[in-house]
Structure formats: structure tokens, C-alpha cells
């Protein structure tokens, strides 16, 4: 006798419903001759049978004098598909066969006339159809790009966990982390949907090494990841720990053909129960938070707040006051100076915009800027800016006074406007700007951000004279091989590390190793945000070129910065013979 499950080492369990007292000892005989171990209920209790056992097959005895039957069989078809269900009876006519394979019946065995033969038909032909229900049930859970389990599968596990939560039978915290790229339909749109789904793909890869949890693809390029982390542990420092492990990982460059692209990325997180024990609620937090963290800048995290549910609306307030703005010529450009540290002597400065509202008075360009760049507003003001900065040099230099570089900002979302190189031309020409003065401030996620659209970008303004500065250094993701290759002429220190000179030992060594690196690619290095004798010594001591800060003046109207040019400004306490 041939076994219906050869490379099994256990029976197929089977499960024999019947409500009416029929005899069922014949199938049974035949069903455990062919290795097939049986349980039997009444119908009544076969729900509780199917979930507790794996069973692989149901053989259910119609009792067709019960109209219950093709109920039964319509219920059992449902609530467990891909597991066949036989019939079996005394009575079966082809009027009823035809009957029940309307609802879905999967075959028909008669107990008295039963062979061997046919149920060892029965058997391979029934378990054949469990395997193939099991496999499409297995695929269409999975999501077909990336392998991983898709979005209502894991939105079905998510509920789980936040009900046990939600009943206390969980002492875990949770953080469903939202990722995705910054600016992947642009990639997409310039490289073809096959090089978008490989680097979807490898993003699945380098996110399941790194947590293999809980992850799927919510969309396009968009990631939902659930960290669990037992009460006892630091949930903050988990998440933080994982973010940049995340931010490090995806910013690692993907290899398309000959082209090396780096795409930065944002994340936002929340947390449960501390946000929210709802499935929705918690997801649409965290999408949240990443879209926060995407205006702020990229390559970044940020955990919800409860605050973020009003970021919409200061949005719609400004937007259609940032366009009169423009058109009532509300910005003025702020000049701070930048100072070389040895002579202490101000070489030029950096233009920062401001807007002067007429109502709600001077507002800082955090506000703004980031408005200005999800609407694509930054690009109009962004020209207003080179502008106002053309005909500021124009008039120093009227003045005669020297400057010899004033940079200003430029930000990422300006490259994608396809004028961007023809309208700087002609405003260089039409303002007659010294390009050698001009120097633009770039953000490492603004060049890392589409590297060869920037790249060409770049290289095209280069060739007007135009000079370029890595803005908030350190707190990026450098490749350092592309900053060799860039006509990058010199990098400004962030802040945040500037600031901590003073107590902070890690921020002593990252200013330290970023000096040493600016040295060694032998670019000018820039302090920005300094504000003390004592940081302006450490940073001289390291051999800082320039620097930046309240130390030194404050971000001034044109009219002040001009009035310190001419009283040939220069901090005293620090210079070349006190250092
Ligand atoms: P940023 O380019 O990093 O500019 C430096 C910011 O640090 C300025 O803020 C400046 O006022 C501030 N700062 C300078 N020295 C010190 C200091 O010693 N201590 C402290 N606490 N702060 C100091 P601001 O002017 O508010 O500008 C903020 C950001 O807005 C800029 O950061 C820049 O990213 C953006 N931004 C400003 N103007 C423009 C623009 O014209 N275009 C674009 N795209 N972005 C701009
Ligand atoms: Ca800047
Ligand atoms: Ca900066």
C-alpha cells in the first residue's frame, strides 16, 4: 500500500465532522491505513478542533436530510480555505454533488462503496490542493518586490500586539518606526522604475539585517518597522540606538549600472502605549513625525509629538502669505560676518534671509524656509536671494570696501528646478557679480540627495567662477570620495559641535577630526556659531581658518554690516600673538 505522505514523518491529521450519528468506522479503517490519524466531533465543536490542530483535511458527513448541511460547508469553506473539505455520504446523488460544488465542496466519497484505490485518490488529490492553498495563502501575505510580509499582514500582527497591550498582557513598549528616501520619485523618474525597485529591494535587505522584527513596505519606498523593547530597557535609547544604525545603513550608496547614488532618508517615530495603542493612530504618528523630519532636514529622525498635529496648520497660514511676500518684497537679506581667525579681520559673510512681516514683524527663516521648500516657493525667493546678494557686493564694491567671499544658501530643492543654471547666469550678468566673491552654501543631504543631478549642477555653476561650501559639517552622511571630486571649496563645522568645545570631550574630538579632515583634503575650514574667546581659542589652536558667530556679530542688516566693514572691525583678546 502506497503512503499518501512518503517524505512525511508525521500523519496527516484529519478531521471527521459528523452530527448525525452515521458510522463512520469504514472511513476511519481506510483513512488510518493510508497514515492518516483522525479525530471526530460534531459540528458544534469542530471549531474549537480546528484551532488547536493542523488538521490537512475535514471529511464531513453531510446529513443530507439536515438542511444545516451546505450551511456547514459554507461556513467551513470559509472560515478555513485552504483546508479541502470531502463529503461523505450514504445518500450522494449527482443533483446534490452538483449542489454542494456550488458551495464549494472539494469531493465526494460514498463509505460503502469505498476502495483503496479511491481513497488513496482522495488523499494525494485533496492534499495536493491543502499544499497549493497553503503556498497561495503564504504568497498573499507576502509583498511580491521585496519578500517581506505586506501591509495588512503586518497591520493584522501590529493590531495583536497593541490589543494585548491594550489588555495588559504585555509589559513590552513598542516603536513602529516610518522610513522612507528623500527624493526617490525624482530618482525614479530619472532612472527608470527597474533601478527604483533595486534599490527598494536593497533597502529591504539592509533594514531586515538590521532588525528582524516586524518590517513591510507600506508603499512605494516607504517602510514600517515595530521595535519591541522589554519595560525594563531604555525605550529612548533603543530607538535611538536603531534610528542611526537605519540612517547609517541606507545612506550607504546603491550601485545602479555605473552610477553610485546616495539617497537620504527620514524616519519618524512613535511609541506605544506612550502615543497611542491604535493601529491607525500609531502609524499615522509615526508618518507623521518622518514628514516633520523630512522638512527639518533630511537624513534625520524625530519621535511624534504631540504638537505635530497642528504642524498643518501654521503651513497653510504662511503659504499664501510666503507668495505676497514675494510679490510685496518683504524679505531682506542679513549679513553675518565671517572672520579669519589669525588676523581677526571680517574677509566677507554669509547672507541670511529674513522676512519682514507687516504685521507679525521680523520672522527667522526657520519658519519659513522649510514651508518655502515642500511648496517649491524657496525657488522664486531662493533667486530674490542671489539677487539682493548681487547688488549688495555691486554696492560695497561702489563703497570701495573689500570683501572677499559672501556666501549665501542654497538649498537642495532648488536643483530640481531645471532653470536654476541659466537664470544665475543671467543674473550674474545683469548685476555684473563677481562669481569669485559668490560662494553657496550647500547642506551634505542637499548634495548627497540626487548625486549626479546636483553633481551636474554644481559643475555648471563652477564653470561661472561660483565657489561652494559644505554647510552644518558633521552632521551628515559624507562620502568623502565625492567631496574630493567636487569643486567643494571649503566646509563650515556645525554648530552643535562648535557649541560643545567647551564641556563636551566627544565634541572636542569631532571638531579636532573635522579640522584634521577639511586639512588633509585641503579645503577651507569654517567654525560657524561661535560665540565665546574660549572656543574661538580652541578652534585657532586646531588651526581653523574662519569663523562665524555671535562672538563676533550677530546675522545684521546691510547697512550695519557695511558700518563694521568700515571701521575695519576686529575682535580684540584674540589674535595671532595671543594664540
Ligand atoms: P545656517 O545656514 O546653518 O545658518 C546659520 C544659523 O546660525 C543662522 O540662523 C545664524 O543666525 C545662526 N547663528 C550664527 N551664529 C550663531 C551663534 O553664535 N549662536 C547661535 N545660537 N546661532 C548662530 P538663521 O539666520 O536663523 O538661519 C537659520 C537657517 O535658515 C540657516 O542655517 C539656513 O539653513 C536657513 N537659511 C537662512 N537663509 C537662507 C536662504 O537665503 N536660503 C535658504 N535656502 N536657507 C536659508
Ligand atoms: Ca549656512
Ligand atoms: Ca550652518
Redesign the pocket.
Known sequence: MLSVAPNSPTSVECLIIDSCGFDTSGVVKHLQQHQCSTQQCSFDLATDRLEHTDFKLIFLHTCFTDTNALSELHYLRQQHPHIPVILFDENLDYERIDESMLWRANDFICPSKVTDETVERVLRYNLKIHQYHTEIERLNQLDPLTGMINRQQFHKELSEQLKQLRKNESASHFALISIDLDGFRRFNNINGYSAGDMVVREMSKRLAELAPGLICRQGNDEFIMLLEVTASANLLQHVTLICNQILHSLTEPYNHHELEVILPCSIGVALAPEHSCETDNLINQATQARIKAKENSSCSYIVFDQKYHLSNEPHVAIEPELISAIRRNEFE??Y?PRVDILSGKIIGA?????WRHPQKGLI???VF?PT??RTGL?VP??YW?IQQAGEDIQRLLASNLEIKRLS????FR?FQDSYLCRTIQRLIEKYSIDTSILEF?L?ESALFNNELHVREGIEELHKLGINFSL??FGTGYSSFSLLQKLPISSL?I??SFV?GVNNSPDDREIVKALIRLAHSLNKEVIA????TLQQLNFLASYGCHQA????YS??VPYEEFKHLLENGYEITGVSAANL
Do not use: C, H, M, W
Open positions: 537679506l542679513f553675518q554669509e547672507g541670511l534671509i529674513r527667522y527663516p526657520d524656509i518655502a521648500e524657496i525667493i531662493g536671494v549665501i544658501n542654497l538649498s532648488q552654501e547642506t554647510d552644518d563650515k556645525d554648530r557649541s560657524e556659531g561661535v560665540e562665524q558667530g555671535y562672538l550677530k546675522p
